[in-house]
Every structure is written in C-alpha cells, then in structure tokens.
C-alpha cells in the first residue's frame, strides 16, 4: 500500500514564504510524475506545479516565478518552495504521483491528505 504524506503548510504573512513536502511510502519500484495541486473553499482542486522522473517542471501561470517544484527521487520526495506568498495562494494543497507498486503490480495515482497553507494579508 503507498501512502503520500505532505508537510510544511501554515500561517504566513503575505510576501513570505513556506516549504512542503511530500514523501511517498510503499511498495514502490519507481514514481513518474508527481505534481501538488490546491483547492481553495468554494473551488476546485487546481494544478500548481508538477515534476517529471526527468525532472521536467510545469507551472500554473499564477505561480510563476513565485514557485518552485524539485524532487529526490532517492528518497520518494517531492518539494514545493513558495515565495512571495499572496492571500489568493490560500488553499488546501495536495500531493499527486504515478506510482509503480510491487504489490500489487500495476502504476496507479495517488493523493496525500492534504496541508492548509493560509496568507494573511
């Protein structure tokens, strides 16, 4: 069974900066892409950022420049440092990966649970 646990959200002041992250735990032969997505109340669930095995990065637009993505692949982690955090990057922020499992053997998506990161203006 994989689990994805994130970490790293909280409170911040507008113009500050957090750092998540994401660790995946299982029976993994390997992860392809993982990525961290948002939801804000009354909204859906959005792309922030994803991050190939090869390492090759998309952004939203609203996070351009302000956002970071990186990953260890030595240690099933994927990253996402945010700066210059704004009140509208307010959100409940997941983690996502394809993941290839021993057992059973198959690639499948997963999701975390979930971290609350709030801006306060």
């Known amino acids: 069974q994989v689990q994805l646990v994130e970490s790293g959200g909280g409170l911040v002041q507008a113009g500050g900066s957090l750092r998540l992250s994401c660790a995946a735990s299982?029976?993994?032969?390997?992860?392809?892409?993982m990525g961290w997505y948002r939801q804000a109340p009354g909204k859906q669930r959005e792309l922030v950022a994803t991050?190939?095995?090869?390492?090759?990065?998309k952004y939203a637009d609203s996070v351009k420049g302000r956002f970071t993505i990186s990953r260890d692949n030595a240690k099933n982690v994927v990253y996402l440092q945010m700066n210059s955090l704004e009140p509208e990057d307010t959100a409940v922020y997941y983690c996502?990966?394809?993941?290839?499992?021993?057992?059973?053997?198959?690639?499948?998506?997963?999701w975390g649970q979930g971290t609350q990161v709030t801006v306060s203006s």
């Open positions: 991050i190939t095995s090869g390492t090759t990065t």
């Open positions: 996502n990966a394809d993941i290839r499992t021993a057992v059973p053997f198959r690639v499948a998506n997963y």
């Open positions: 299982g029976t993994i032969l390997s992860i392809n892409s």
